[in-house]
């Protein structure tokens, strides 16, 4: 037995024992809290009658924050930059902000979009709205343009909170908003920003209106309570309806059980507009009794700095920021740091262990989606390196192959969750009728990502059904191709894409990012990838860039690269080739 066979056995050892501690461990207190309400067999009837874990009610987002806030008001919660904000403050801040949208005539139902990068005062607008009634729409602070209008116009939102350094972009558009009525801007206390006329600031709200108590309005469980729109890497973004009923709060508490320890500090630097950052970090931080430690932004050469100063003990990563954090030169901050659980999403399986190592925590393994009707999956160590493990709870579940039948070991799938025929259990697509029946189909939800499983069940994400491409009659994935590419010692990042052949099917092309102060041949990445990825596999087309085109959740917005395809910069394999000479020698 070789020695790194040896090394997977006894981290397959390891990690069942971590797995099976933290499972006994989630249930108790998960049992325990529902004693402590009181609601034990009303839990008990609902699971049965639903045939999976449900609650006979969920406290809203609103009533939470004032519960925690009744229950032990001088518990430190927010940790932003120099500010320590404990849980009475952050609670008067959010009822000052509903006061002020009151006295605007903000009424229970109306739509409001929130508009800003990672600050205290989107929190406080956030809760805001949840205490009034009203549906909040975080929206991309990269939007500009028509994207930014189509979202302000299908939101219907009537009041938009944004902050000072996103006003140009919605006045670029502002004659063209249909619904938008009154704009309030949050300028993080810099009094002299000008503004274009006389809006109200979130900070006069919080000045004015410090004293103001915990609203009391009524809220209609069935009334929308947050609006998240998919990232539109294909077409217009779709707006996730979450409704007031639907909060989930004691749900997450069973996965907050299983992740976390007594007093945690979530840190998060991904964008508030995303549900990760919104529901995964604060509401849970929230739900827990944690501390939340924000960041304003990621950036992979201060992380590990902030992580610290800020105290976290554990954060979420997406996309590839662990690739890029890898790729970074060592640093005094490594493991300078207090955290203690990495929850990640698509670790490359090769950056695993090595990130582990370098930075001294554990890494365990998520997948989860917005619209992807509550299915989670995990690997806390018990599952292969690689693998997103398998459905939290047993959900049933199906991978369907290209062709319509189920996928065999191995084989890429599309991820299709059971929902069942009732309308309450199905994604709702605000304003889009179409698409949500089209999300469903005979009870089984698409979620639009492929996924492989291995003869012992566990499951493996591949990519979106939009990363797949076909060359020479064969199916590649772009996650595949990308995940090599990015091996090579001077590549940071890239994505790789289809772009339409002559000869029909797909060629394919990259576009790398290289790492700071250093240079990528075009050529050295092809001549590097022989060997590493099947001929039909291999990109025709490579290009060097500075950055990729992102959206605010670090997802590539491919539909932009494939649009602009192949330009004078492009590298092109089949024209670098040497001509084969023809006749005789």
């Known amino acids: ?83 320590r904000i404990d849980l009475l403050d952050f609670n008067r801040s959010a009822n000052a902000v509903a006061k002020g949208l009151r006295s605007l005539g903000a009424q229970p139902g109306d739509v409001c979009a929130i508009m800003s990068g990672n600050c205290p005062e989107f929190l406080y607008s956030f809760f805001a709205t949840q205490k009034l009634g009203m549906g909040a729409v975080p929206v991309n602070t990269g939007l500009m343009g028509d994207g930014l209008t189509y979202l302000l116009d299908h939101s219907q939102a009537r009041f938009l909170i944004v902050h000072r350094a996103n006003l140009e972009q919605i006045f670029s558009v502002r004659k063209k ?152 030169p060592p640093g005094p901050y490594d493991r300078k740091h207090s955290v203690r659980v990495v929850v990640s999403a698509a670790c490359p399986a090769n950056a695993w262990r090595e990130y582990e190592d370098r930075f001294g925590v554990r890494l365990i393994e998520a997948y989860a989606a917005v619209d992807g009707g509550g299915f989670l999956t995990l690997n806390m160590g018990n599952a292969p390196v690689g693998s997103i493990g398998k459905p939290l709870g047993g959900g049933r579940y199906r991978l369907v192959a290209e062709n319509g039948a189920e996928a065999g070991p191995n084989e890429p799938g599309e991820l299709q969750v059971w929902k069942g025929k009732s309308r309450d259990s199905q994604v709702e697509y605000y304003r889009n009728e179409e698409a949500t029946k089209k999300k469903t189909s005979d009870g089984w939800l698409r979620t639009g990502d492929l996924l492989t499983r291995d003869e012992k069940g566990y499951l493996y994400f591949v990519g979106r059904n939009t990363d797949s491409m076909r060359r020479r009659g064969e199916n590649v ?16 990042e890239s994505a790789v894409f289809g772009i339409p052949s002559e000869l029909g099917e797909d060629d394919i092309m990259a576009m790398i990012v290289p790492i700071e102060g250093r240079k990528v041949d075009p050529a050295a990445v092809h001549k590097f990838l022989q060997g590493k990825l099947a001929k039909y596999a291999i990109p025709r087309f490579i290009e060097v860039t500075d950055e990729l085109p992102k959206t605010g959740t670090h997802r590539v917005q491919k539909n932009d690269l494939r649009a602009r395809g192949p330009s004078a910069a492009t590298w092109d394999a089949d024209k670098a080739a040497p001509k084969r000479k023809t006749g005789a020698a």
């Open 177 to 328: 908003l249909k619904h938008v009525k009154e704009i309030i801007v949050i300028t993080e206390g810099a009094s002299d920003t000008p503004l274009p006329r006389a809006l109200p600031r979130v900070e006069d709200f919080l000045h004015t209106y410090s004293n103001a108590p915990d609203p009391r309005v009524g809220i209609n469980p069935e009334s929308v309570s947050l609006l998240l729109y998919t990232s539109g890497t294909t077409g217009h973004p779709k707006g996730v309806v979450y409704k007031y009923r639907d909060s989930n709060t004691r749900k997450m508490r069973l996965l907050g059980n299983l992740l976390y320890d007594k007093g945690e500090v979530l840190y998060t630097c991904l964008p508030l507009f995303h549900a990760n950052a919104l529901l995964l970090s604060t509401m849970q931080s929230l739900n827990m009794g944690h501390e939340l430690a924000l960041g304003r932004k990621f950036s992979a050469s201060r992380f590990w700095e902030e992580v610290s100063n800020l105290g976290g003990t554990t954060f979420n990563t997406l996309g590839a920021m662990i690739p890029i954090l890898l790729k970074q």
């Open 477 to 492: 994935s772009a996650y595949e191709v990308e995940t090599v590419i990015n091996k090579h010692p001077d590549v940071l």
């Open 1 to 83: 037995m070789t020695q790194a066979n040896t090394r997977e056995q006894l981290r397959q050892i390891e990690g069942k024992l971590f797995a099976g501690r933290l499972v006994s461990r989630a249930i108790f207190r998960t049992l325990r809290d529902e004693i402590r309400s009181g609601t034990l067999l009303e839990t008990i009837q609902e699971s049965r009658k639903h045939k999976t874990l449900a609650f006979p009610y969920e406290p809203t987002y609103a009533e939470l924050l004032e519960t925690r806030a009744r229950e032990n008001p001088s518990r430190p919660f927010l940790r932003f930059e120099n500010q």
